[in-house]
């Protein structure tokens, strides 16, 4: 196809285990550089200018929340809606840009990150909370983004020949949609934030950028790189701010030609409530592109390699503090195995390092707020009246917003803690008759993002595979870690509208196809 050929074939970035000096010296002198830059002020940036405001959003550090990591500005509805204004205008010109230009600049930037991946790091380590491993897979997810994106708009814009038809010649084109809102979450501050906005601009839209209030400081960063490598101003529009303030705003601005949202069940239902009311001068039906949370299962059947189960189930529900949609927090277990299991992931979860996680070797750190550690705490007293609680179960006190990782056991499938979901560090274990109740059970939820199943029967794989409702499924595999490319992602029910992020799919959702068909038999 032309011009995929400029660029050698899609590959995921590798993720740094810090296993040796060097990386690590160079990862703590980064941490040293961000900490030097504490309390930067982030103004708005729209059309290509950068305003200073009255209102203003400071970024703590999680762990040490007294440490201001920045002071972002907080945008006004008047300020969103001249964001939208510039945006409409840059579409103008950036829309007719060619498919290899906007690759480009894509590719520039991942270049980019790379040579930067340790100040990357260190933001997400010091922003919201994660470890170091789980920050370099954030930082290498963004990467991957950005280039599968590239590529994929250079695909997109070289569609596959039609049916032929005699007399005619006939092509199919993808159009960009228009002005798109951007509303990026916090515990995929730089991946997601990066990955939606660069999927809408690759293909031809503009771009207004709503970061979370909590980890608005690295999306800023990202998008002073793309202006430093020549994004044209208008094209992104930096307007971080409350959704009280300006989040409905942009959603029912009739010039918003769609959503892009990453986020929770409440937050993504309004969005797409406000996005389906049609607003004066409004000439299209808005498009909502949102992924809104799980309460994901893993199945431990009888005959499972139970230590690998154990380590699976840990690493999914525990893996930055079970902040992440497609986190484990319901283990479902063949009742033959379950005391055994139950013991397994007990002594693994005894074994992690809870600390500060710009110290290195630390594997669990801070929830990111005290409200996120108020909720959970809440949670954690509901599951004592539920179950039995065999892990963690407490906060930890002093500096910072941290949980012990806990798991409660004996838990029913109607309980709160099995049902509703926590985004913490909280995993509810229960003990099933058989793989057929385990089952049942865990499609008896509300979302449908992730889920594992480990079992040596090949019978009881393929069962799952076609019956367990989940847009992301894993065979004895954890539920967590997908990868750019091999696993594009998104599920099922009150998890999302079914987009799949990373995927060949996805661009198509940031576009429209126009087909034109030429009679040249006159």
Known sequence: MMNLLAYPPFTNEAIQTFGDAASQTNQLQALAAERARFGTSYPLVIDGQRIETEQRIASLNPARPREIVGVVASASRAQADEAIAAA??????????TAAERAALLIAAAQRI????ARYNALLILEVGKPWVEADADTAEAIDFLEFYAREALRYASPPALVPVPGETNVLRYLPLGVGVVISPWNFAF??????????????NTVVLKPSSDSAVIAAVFVDLLHELGLPAGVVNFVPGSGREIGDALVLDPRTRFIAFTGSKEVGLRINELAAQPQPGQRWIKRVIAEMGGKDAIIVAADADLDLAAAGIVASAFGFSGQKCSACSRAIVDARVYDALLELVVEKVAQLQL???????????????????????????????????VAGGQLISGEGYFVAPTVIADCLPSATIVREEIFGPVLAVLKARDFDEALAWANDSEYGLTGAVYTRDRSLLDRAADEFFVGNLYLNRKCTGALVGAHPFGGFNMSGTDSKAGGYDYLGLFSQAKMIAEKTAL
């Open 355 to 389: 600390g500060d996680p710009s110290l290195p070797g630390t594997q669990i750190g801070p929830v990111i707020n005290a409200s996120a550690l108020a909720s959970i705490s809440a949670y954690i007293e509901t599951g004592r009246r539920e179950g039995r609680v």
């Open 114 to 117: 790379r040579q930067e991946r």
């Open 191 to 204: 991946a997601i934030m990066a990955g939606m906005t660069a999927a809408a601009l690759v293909a031809g």
């Open 88 to 97: 409409q205008r840059a579409f103008a010109s950036w829309s007719r840009t």
